[in-house]
């Protein structure tokens, strides 16, 4: 079975750092993606990680460890047009799809 | 830049109608998704496709078909509309062994059936 947690919502404050958790216990994993989507809008693409470690990519970083299932986007020097969904998605090449967990509802306030 | 088109932005059908939502992306890419996305349910798969006349079923198949006549053409269509189908609905298009490739979206339908 596939399962991604994430959590639903959460708050920041502009100008500091959160990290949105991923948990996943899929049956095929090549891969975790992060994506953005803002509302009304398609999800676009924030990071890729399929090996174990830290990929940084200017504010945003994504974490990951396969042998815990786990991985975190770390936003940093947060900005107002950062609010938005983040969605963790697995991918089974197997499978040749992508799993999609619920969505962090991020929230920036001034 | 991959652009993935889809025909309406905003549908809105009575229940019972046999509704089709288009999606043609421009990229060459074998692989196409269709997926609904509804608050605290995340995207959910309902079909994909690896190529021309082929289909498999996501994980909520039921009450959709979907037909790939073309390459860069992926219709999802509902047989007979219900109000339960109501959601956004979001086309996705990859190339086909390109693992650490992202999905690339359409801008989603927002369909409402009354």
């Known amino acids: 079975g596939q399962n991604i947690d994430q959590p639903t919502e959460m708050t920041a404050t502009e100008g500091a750092i959160v990290q949105i958790n991923c948990t996943y216990q899929?049956?095929?994993?090549?891969?975790l993606f992060w994506y953005q989507q803002h509302a009304g809008e398609a999800p676009t693409f924030l990071s890729y990680n399929v090996l174990d470690g830290l990929e940084e990519k200017g504010r945003f970083s994504s974490f990951l460890s396969r042998s815990k299932g786990y991985s975190y986007l770390l936003l940093k020097e947060l900005q107002m047009k950062d609010s938005a969904s983040y969605l963790c998605?697995?991918?089974?090449?197997?499978?040749?799809?992508?799993?999609f967990g619920d969505g962090t509802t991020l929230t920036v306030k001034p | 830049d991959v652009k993935v088109t889809q025909s309406s932005r905003y549908l809105v059908k009575r229940t019972g109608e046999k509704v089709f939502l288009e999606c043609v992306q421009d990229?060459?890419?074998?692989?196409m998704f269709w997926y609904r996305q509804d608050p605290g349910l995340g995207l959910r798969l309902i079909y994909f496709?690896?190529?021309?006349?082929?289909?498999e079923k996501g994980d909520i198949p039921e009450g959709y078909s979907v037909s790939r006549e073309k390459k860069e053409r992926f219709s999802l269509i509902l047989e007979s509309a219900s109000t339960n189908q109501t959601s956004m609905y979001l086309c996705a298009s990859i190339a086909a062994g390109t693992d650490s490739s992202p999905l690339h979206f359409g801008n989603g339908t927002r369909l409402t059936v009354t």
């Open positions: 899929t049956s095929g994993f090549n891969g």
């Open positions: 990229m060459d890419h074998e692989n």
């Open positions: 998605a697995v991918f089974n090449t197997n499978a040749g799809k992508s799993t």
């Open positions: 496709s690896y190529d021309v006349k082929m289909k």
